[in-house]
């Protein structure tokens, strides 16, 4: 029995934890639903005790978890967030209505779920904190539970739930060793979560060999579906300083929508104005998923105020997310870690600090797609600090380097984060941006160098 956190925590990843393994060490016979529905049944199931909206997706689910439960918190609904990976601490993974389960509580959970637990079970660390996420949130009575898959989808810990919606975010390249090594395989896995007649929302795509696949799957499965890009138009509604609301109406709503911008319409009809709490263009997307997502649910429950929802979006937060850490001497963290979401974070750097000195701290693992990524980045960056994680995946700093050099760019090593961060810390240059990048550990490690330095960063929620 265990009697404080570390010790919990320590039990937690004494169980295989496959995010920790190079992909060329696990085989994919390894995944499978087998033992974590064993051990949830052992739990009594705790995941069909409340309605879950499941979410999958290469890019922009967590993202669209934390609006959509803030969506529901704000509009009276008791909703849980179940996410991953953390940035610093455990808790984070776990949240109701914003608030994190406390160490006290992942105790007592720790203890009661191991007992479940025999050793021919083959539990993984992932299984067992997904068995936690499900019965923390059935004792907490939420009225909603926000699901973010772990990786993937069809073999993923969290499709055992029977959810009353799904939703699939953009999807792209990315963990191609255990996914597949085409969008359509990739597609195939994350469509995967789409279960029979349940509702699926098809967040805007950047494939459209993705679109087909997700189209089909919930053909087949008789799935209701909405696809965003197909159904709604939405618009940045400020142009200054950064997009922090926009409006979204209907397709068929186009013509009302020129001629209200023409001031031409009655009072009796408007686009629909969303807030915006995330920066970044490509957040409009995401956004404009929850409020698909939002209208799709007030159909199955009636007593969702779509205002106070919508509303809610605006109080969302969600960290390393092109998050400015300092203003005055501008810190960003974003964890970018694949080819389209680079793309993304360097369309956001080029609208909010184009005049600026661009210097990036860069690090990813070493699967990720490393030379299209920094080709990416190099013509808006001025100079790359190379550096790494502490994560056993995480790539060589001297490799980082050799491929900025092939292109011609800047670049010294850090050889660890804390090192990093100095170099920024001790920049003089008050007209230069820092940005860190390339993973979420990343960006989440020199957001808590950071948050030791200074104490008006918000933590989480």
């Known amino acids: 029995m265990v009697k404080t956190i570390d010790e919990a925590l320590d039990l937690i990843y004494s169980f295989v934890d496959y995010s920790m393994s190079h992909a060329k060490d696990v ?70 209505d914003g608030k994190m389960i406390s160490d006290e509580e992942i105790i007592d959970l720790t203890n009661r779920i191991t007992s479940k637990i025999e050793p021919e079970d083959h539990i993984s660390t992932f299984e067992f904190m997904t068995a ?37 975010t953009s999807i792209s390249m990315d963990h191609i060793s255990f996914l597949g090594n085409t969008i359509e395989k990739i597609a195939g896995e994350k469509a995967g979560i789409i279960k029979p007649n349940v509702p699926v929302i098809c967040g805007c795509q950047p494939y459209p060999e993705a679109v087909d696949v997700i189209r089909k799957t919930a053909a087949k499965k008789n799935s209701p579906w909405v696809s965003v890009s197909e159904k709604y138009h939405f618009l940045n509604r400020r142009n200054c300083d950064g997009p922090d609301s926009m409006m979204i109406w209907r397709v068929e709503e186009q013509k009302l929508m020129e001629t209200f911008c023409r001031a031409e319409v009655s009072s009796e009809w408007k686009p629909v104005v969303i807030p915006l709490p995330l920066m970044g263009i490509h957040q409009m997307e995401n956004a404009a998923a929850v409020y698909a997502a939002l209208n799709k649910l007030k159909a199955g429950f009636p007593g969702l105020d779509l205002e106070k929802a919508i509303a809610g979006i605006g109080n969302a937060f969600w960290p390393c997310r092109f998050e400015v850490l300092d203003k005055s001497k501008t810190l960003v963290a974003d964890g970018a870690h694949n080819l389209d ?39 808006h960056i001025d100079r790359f600090i190379m550096t790494r994680a502490p994560h056993p995946r995480a790539a060589v700093p001297e490799v980082l380097s050799k491929i900025a050099a092939g292109v011609g760019r800047e670049n010294i090593i850090a050889d660890t984060l804390e090192e990093a961060y100095s170099i920024y810390k001790n920049d003089q240059n008050a007209d230069t941006c820092y940005i860190a990048t390339g993973s979420l550990f990343v960006a989440g490690g020199i957001r808590e160098i950071h948050m030791k330095n200074y104490d008006s960063i918000r933590f989480f929620g």
């Open 341 to 379: 979401s680079i793309q993304k974070l360097t369309s956001a750097l080029d609208r909010y600090y184009g005049t600026k000195r661009i210097v990036c701290i860069f690090g990813a693992s070493e699967d990720k797609a490393l030379k299209p990524m920094i080709n990416e980045l190099a013509p």
């Open 27 to 96: 085989s994919n016979d390894v995944f499978t639903l087998d033992s974590i529905r064993s051990l949830t049944k052992k739990l009594n199931d705790p995941q069909n005790a409340y309605p879950v909206i499941h979410i999958a997706g290469t890019k922009g689910k967590g993202s669209v978890c934390a609006m959509l439960a803030s969506a529901l918190s704000n509009a009276g609904f008791r909703t849980g967030l179940y996410t991953s990976p953390h940035l610093i601490r455990f808790n984070e993974r776990i949240m109701v």
């Open 132 to 168: 936690m996420a499900f019965e923390y949130f059935k004792e907490k009575h939420v009225d909603f539970a926000v699901i973010e898959t772990g990786l993937g989808g069809r073999l993923d810990a969290t499709n055992i739930v029977d959810p009353a919606l799904t939703i699939i």
